[in-house]
């Protein structure tokens, strides 16, 4: 099992800049892709951004250009770079890793404010 704890949430204006990390511990080994989530009061989770073991990323349309996914394997995290911040970027951000047998773990979450 793969334990997740996300940091660097917050709260900032409209325009401005925030960077999430997110900590994998346990069975590091095990994991493939790993990346973000974010769930809007009264809305269902949806994908931000993902990156594979080699870098190989994906992003959703509404953060393409704003946002960047990396990955530090040998420390075990990823970052999130959110930049140009919109205030429908307002969310709890949840942490994702995918195993190579298919399996889900998911962090607490992080809560990111933006306001206008």
């Known amino acids: 099992q793969v334990q997740l704890v996300e940091s660097g949430g917050g709260s900032v204006q409209a325009g401005g800049s925030l960077s999430l990390s997110c900590a994998a511990s346990g069975s590091t080994f095990s994991i493939n892709s790993m990346g973000w989530y974010r769930q809007a009061p009264g809305k269902q989770r949806d994908l931000v951004a993902t990156?594979?073991?080699?870098?190989?990323?994906n992003y959703a349309d509404s953060v393409k250009g704003r946002f960047t996914i990396s990955r530090d394997n040998a420390r075990n995290t990823v970052y999130l770079q959110m930049n140009s911040l919109k205030p429908e970027d307002t969310a709890v951000y949840y942490c994702?890793?995918?195993?190579?047998?298919?399996?889900?773990?998911w962090g607490k979450g992080t809560l990111v404010t933006v306001s206008s």
């Open positions: 990156i594979s073991r080699l870098g190989s990323t």
């Open positions: 994702n890793a995918v195993t190579w047998g298919g399996v889900d773990d």
